[in-house]
């Protein structure tokens, strides 16, 4: 190990032995509130600190704690230290902070090496005092009755007055003749009294004294008996007109002394450059030293409002000495295994510790060792002890042992019927005297001459029994693995616990760790996952996480003296006020308030073992013992701290959109605060990650807000308007400030979400809203028409090149082809030609059919002839016709005679309109069957595109089908005014109508 970490540690482990050695020693008052097991934290540098050396410490009336370090002032809630420095503190001009006094309104007096300053709000105001061309910062800074400020600088008094610290000449006076109960004062070898404006010197100790006083406190307060520290004589006592001095003869650890202290319990401490000592009543307590090398010395020792100590050092930071509650009972008392499983109490008093696989310890209240009927028992993994009314003492492992001398060999019952074995989990005795052992393969009675077992075939809900729990009247309580059952009148049955679901299935029943019945006849369970049930009357009501309690595992209830039901768990053990879960589950409350304790608290795992009966026990002086997975963890509950004030609640900072501001009042912030970050605490120092917070911004959130342990608040594009920010906390015993604090909000508008804005907008709208409105229906209407004539005049032109390209086909080429059919014809029949000469003949004039056929179709598809020359209806029909002859889909249609009911523009029109149909089905469809129908009913022409094809979704169409219909709908608009109609969905075909008016030429 490296000498840097030894010493170290050595200096960790002096502080924990300090603090032993503090707590251990007997209180002036008579009653020590400290419970003798503790908690130590140290916060240095690398925690936050600005700053190793912790000179002062004070606690404000607001509830902040107060540092003085060589790196400015220091302000810390229990979770984070806020630094104030000559950069961030006007007024300021020394980071090396000596003493700070907090007088009765709250303001710090600070002391520095360059000055004397007032702090408050954030700021400093100087008070220099000076002695010639020096400037000297008081050693005493004391208060009295009035809220006078009176400091000891160089060995002069002085007194705050209007402005500035005046000089005070002391008067000479019996101290007898002195009201008691005003500031006390020392400076040089003299010791002070003030009444009034008047200080009077009550004691002159220039002859046995050959150093100054550093401190001077009135011990108790009140009582005309005073202490003094001095800087190497010792400590010192004035009662009745004669001193007394104290040094290391006495108890001290050094004759060089700096502070005095008095705590909230009426105890006296006096700080020395090397050590801490406590007055006795006679003298002072001394606390061990160390070896010269791993020296540690102390500024100053100051008790919170939570009862917490604080240390602090020169060079190793802040200490916090938090009194725990529990104690563990493990390798240190002799635990070689500390896997506790099942505990209890025998008749003379020994307790008796079973081990997972360990074996029995034996627990006389100061030591464990193993048992004598350790070399006895059938197997070391004992999950169950019970002591009988008879006295004989019984062993649940994989068989059942019985003894009633630890140190003889007792009788094994063998309960196993297979190799698989049958672990005893449970034992106990009903009213009769009959002995109820509860196992794996299910629930054995024991009459004292045979054991008879229960099973699920006799009404058990599960045969992993865990727990049993024999009531007054005769009935047992099982608790399994899987459920509760109930023998009564000789007949078990199961007690469900869960209802049934809306489907009608039953769920599984919990996993039963506890039984407990209260002066109430209320029956407690505690379960495995889901928390605690009681049945109560025949009802079942059930209590988790959700409802305040701390884990959903209760592997343990047990009640102390107080009301208080305890419960253990893998996530530690807690406490609820049996009268709280009591008005939970009558509805009377909505939350449950509980305590949780775990490895902070004195437990070296919070990790307890459930699962076995007897489990935690209670001893006749009310002390509690726990099994955990390292130990037996152990408390007094009459020495729980019950927390009465609940933590304040500050607002420290405000950020809207980044940029920090001043908290003075309420808050009015610009229009672009888009962002506003609240940042809070909760001044509770006994365990600062147990607190929780909620928050509610009244005109924006509607109910409060569970922020946890966060300690902010963003708040993202809040509207313009008036707003309060309400902030509440909870300390780590669920003690709640439900006044909290708030802070009024005010966002400003844009100008243009003022009132007179849209004021002005109103009255624009109502002038010239209307003509804007019809200016601009004018202008949509007139680029529609537009836009409708040039579909028509671009569809017109489609038809006309359309027509030249077909007439040019028809006529030009068509005919090209046509004349060299017919010399092929001409070629074959002049003469006699060669064989080979007239297949090539024959294969030019059949492709010369071929291609005639081909530019036909074409210039048919381009501009349909029978449109022309036998009109709309029979070219309709011509169609049709083709398809049946041509396509594989069964076609049907039907025409009314409609020539003349189109005008003759609009007639091609019509027509692509159902040959684009025809063709997507075609394409796209994969249809068995279609038809076209056209109709002239009504005045108008109604017409219908059907297949049974696959269908699309005409959200999601794809770009060929969709430009087609987007074709169809665009030619239909020329057709005013038509409407298209599509009706698809994908496996259930297509269909398209349209209807338009009859147009007679």
């Known amino acids: 190990m490296k000498p840097v970490l030894t010493i170290r540690l050595i200096r960790q482990s002096f502080l924990i032995f300090l603090l032993a050695a503090v707590i251990l020693l007997p209180s002036a008052s008579g009653q020590n509130p400290v419970t003798g097991r503790f908690e130590v934290t140290n916060w240095t540098m690398a925690n936050g600190l600005p700053q190793s050396s912790v000179n002062d410490i004070v606690q404000t009336p607001d509830g902040f704690l107060w540092l003085a370090t060589y790196s400015g002032l220091v302000r810390f809630d229990g979770h984070a230290f806020t630094v104030f420095n000559r950069l961030t503190t006007p007024g300021l001009t020394s980071d090396r902070i000596l003493q700070i006094k907090p007088d009765s309104k709250g303001t710090l007096w600070v002391s520095t090496e360059n000055g004397f300053f007032r702090f408050q709000d954030g700021a400093c105001e100087p008070f220099f005092i000076r002695q010639g061309s020096q400037l000297f910062s008081p050693l005493m800074v004391t208060e009295d009755e009035s809220g006078g400020i009176w400091v000891s600088a160089n060995g002069i008094p002085y007194r705050f007055r209007d402005t500035a610290f005046v000089q005070v000449v002391p008067v000479k006076r019996n101290p007898s003749s002195l009201k008691t109960g005003q500031a006390v004062l020392g400076h040089e070898k003299a010791i002070f009294r003030t009444s009034g404006d008047t200080l009077f010197q009550i004691a002159d100790l220039t002859d046995r004294l050959s150093h100054n006083i550093q401190d001077v406190i009135e011990f108790p307060k009140g009582s005309g008996v005073y202490f003094f520290a001095t800087s190497g004589d010792g400590a010192g006592l004035i009662q009745n007109g004669k001193v007394a001095l104290f040094t290391e003869k006495n108890g001290l650890p050094s004759v060089f002394c700096k502070r005095l202290e008095a705590d909230r319990h009426g105890q006296l401490w006096v700080i020395c450059y090397n050590g801490i000592a406590r007055w006795t009543g006679t003298g002072f307590e001394p606390l061990p030293d160390l070896p010269s090398e791993s020296e540690i010395h ?375 605060s888009n962002s506003v970050e609240i940042r809070f605490t909760a001044l509770s120092f006994t365990d600062p990650q147990k607190v929780r917070f909620w928050y509610l911004l009244e005109g924006f959130q509607t109910g409060w807000y569970d922020a946890g342990a966060s300690r902010s608040a963003v708040f993202q594009n809040l509207p313009p308007g008036d707003y309060t920010f309400r902030v509440r906390a909870a300390n780590h015993q669920g003690l709640i400030n439900e006044a909290g604090v708030s802070l009024p909000l005010k966002i400003l508008p844009h100008f243009w979400q003022t009132w007179w804005f849209r004021s002005l907008l109103i009255f624009i709208f109502v002038t010239l809203g209307p003509a804007v409105y019809f200016f601009r229906i004018t202008r949509l209407e007139r680029e529609k028409k537009l836009h409708e004539r040039f579909l028509q005049q671009m569809m017109q032109s489609q038809e006309t090149e359309r027509r030249r390209i077909a007439a040019e086909l028809h006529d030009g080429l068509g005919q090209q082809i046509l004349i060299i059919k017919n010399r092929a014809d001409l070629a074959l029949q002049s003469g006699p030609v060669s064989e080979t000469m007239a297949e090539h003949l024959i294969e030019i004039r059949d492709s010369s059919v071929a291609a005639i056929a081909d530019v036909r179709q074409i210039s048919q598809a381009l501009r349909p002839m029978h449109l022309e020359q036998f009109g709309l209806t029979e070219s309709l029909n011509v169609l049709c016709e083709r398809l049946q002859s041509a396509s594989p889909i069964e076609w049907s249609y039907y025409f009314d005679q409609i020539d003349g009911l189109i005008s003759k523009e609009n007639e091609i029109n019509f027509y692509r309109i159902i040959q684009e149909g025809i063709n997507n089905i075609l394409k796209h469809s994969k249809a068995n069957q279609a038809s076209v129908m056209v109709r002239v009913l009504d005045g108008q022409i109604q017409t219908m595109v059907w297949d049974d094809g696959i269908g699309f979704n005409p959200e999601e169409k794809n770009q060929s089908v969709g430009m087609g219909l987007s074709g169809m709908a665009e030619r239909a608009k020329t057709l005013t005014p038509a409407a298209l109609t599509l009706i698809s969905s994908p496996g259930n075909g297509t269909i398209i109508k349209f209807n338009i008016p009859v147009q007679k030429n």
């Open 298 to 672: 102390y500024s100053s020792l100051f008790e919170d409002h939570e009862g917490n100590y604080w240390v602090g050092t020169p060079a190793h930071g802040l200490y916090k000495f938090k009194p725990v509650l529990f104690s563990t009972i493990g390798s240190g008392q002799g635990l070689k295994n500390q896997k506790m499983l099942s505990l209890v109490r025998l008749y003379g008093g020994k307790i008796l510790f079973s081990t997972n696989c360990g074996g029995i310890y034996e627990w006389d209240g100061v030591r464990a060792v193993p048992s004598d009927v350790n070399r006895f028992l059938p197997n070391l993994c004992v999950w169950s002890v019970f002591e009988d009314s008879k006295r004989r003492i019984w062993f649940g492992s994989r068989s059942l042992y019985l003894t009633s001398d630890l140190s003889k060999k007792g009788t094994v019952f063998e309960i196993s019927e297979s190799e698989t074995g049958n672990e005893v989990f449970s034992i106990t005795e009903d009213q009769s005297g009959m002995i109820w052992i509860g196992s794996l393969q299910g629930v054995f009675r024991y009459d004292g001459k045979n054991l008879e077992k229960f099973t699920t075939s006799d009404g058990l809900s599960y045969n992993d029994t865990r727990v049993i729990f024999p009531e007054p009247d005769g009935s047992v309580w099982f608790g399994s693995v899987s459920g509760l059952s109930r023998l009564a009148d000789g007949k078990i049955t199961p007690v469900p616990l869960r209802k049934k679901s809306p489907s009608g299935k039953t769920p599984d029943e919990p996993y039963i760790r506890a039984i407990f019945r209260d002066a109430s006849g209320s029956l407690w369970l505690g379960t495995y996952g889901d928390g605690l049930f009681r049945i109560k009357g025949g009802k079942i009501s059930q209590v988790t996480e959700k409802d305040g309690l701390f884990d959903n595992i209760v592997s343990h209830l047990i009640q102390d003296d107080y009301g208080r039901i305890w419960m253990g768990s893998n996530r530690g053990v807690s406490w609820v006020h049996l009268e709280d879960l009591t008005d939970f589950c009558d509805g009377k409350l909505a939350h449950v308030r509980n305590v949780s304790y775990g490895t902070g608290d004195g437990m070296t795992s919070s990790e307890t073992n459930g699962g076995f009966h007897p489990s935690a026990l209670s001893l006749p002086d009310g002390r509690l013992f726990f099994p955990t997975v390292s130990g037996v963890a152990t408390l007094d509950p009459s020495e729980v701290r019950i927390q009465t004030v609940p933590p304040p609640v500050v607002i420290e900072k405000i950020l809207a959109s980044g940029r920090d501001i001043r908290i003075s009042g309420p808050l009015v912030l610009s229009p672009d």
